[in-house]
T-cell receptor, first 111, second 117 residues
């Protein structure tokens, strides 16, 4: 059965420092994995997706994620945080006809 | 090209009333998905529709909830006889092609926040 676990409900980093948002998944087959971002009172926006091509996926706004099958992880990273990155981030796993969202990680950026 | 539009953005209902949530997909998109986000929870899939057809309603509660996507007009998520537990954010998404989730990006609307008093 599919599941997705976002290991931190809140993450705080200082502006200009690296960001790491952790996501672990379980899947019976070869999943597709996504990261979405949700700014306050806005809809979700796709940051990046992994669909069995390159394991290191580059997304918008300087974010990237690495698919590690051995660790069943798909952590989201960014080298240098910006104030505009403050938002909620959702890790998503999908297989054919099922889609599972993580509970979200709220990213706080400290000035 | 306008994005996915949802209205109203905020909806307040008393217990026992009906709630109607509307979603207009992006231009050219014929696939619509509804999700519910409960406080402190991730999004949960409810239903997937194409024009005039319900393709997958495995996430819909068996009672009081219904959805439609008519040939003309927006998709409607209808909740009859609302209860306090229905209070949540309801998001609609659309995609241009087949609903196999694995490969197709879904474009999300801003959501409707339903509060049941």
């Amino acid at each position: 059965a599919q599941s997705v676990t976002q290991l931190d409900s809140h993450v705080s980093v200082s502006e200009g420092t690296p960001v790491l948002l952790r996501c672990n998944y379980s899947s019976s087959y070869s999943p597709s994995l996504f990261w979405y971002v949700q700014h306050p009172n806005k809809g979700l926006q796709l940051l990046l997706k992994y669909t069995s091509a390159a394991t290191l996926v580059k997304g918008i706004n300087g974010f990237e994620a690495e698919f590690k099958k051995s660790e069943t992880s798909f952590h989201l990273t960014k080298p240098s945080a910006h104030m505009s990155d403050a938002a909620e981030y959702f890790c998503v796993v999908s297989e054919w006809d099922k889609i599972i969202f993580g509970k979200g990680t709220r990213l706080h950026i400290l000035p | 090209n306008a994005g996915v539009m949802q209205n109203p953005r905020h909806l307040v209902r008393r217990r026992g009333q009906e709630a109607r949530l509307r979603c207009s997909p992006m231009k050219g998109h014929s696939h619509v998905y509804w999700y519910r986000q409960l406080p402190e929870e991730g999004l949960k899939f409810m239903v997937y529709l194409q024009k005039e057809n319900i393709i997958d309603e495995s996430g819909m509660p068996k009672e009081r909830f219904s959805a439609e996507f008519p040939k003309e007009g927006p998709s409607i998520l209808r909740i009859q006889q609302v209860v306090r537990g229905d209070s949540a954010a309801y998001f609609c998404a659309s995609s241009p092609t087949s609903g196999l989730f694995s490969y197709n990006e879904q474009f999300f609307g801003p959501g409707t926040r339903l509060t049941v008093l």
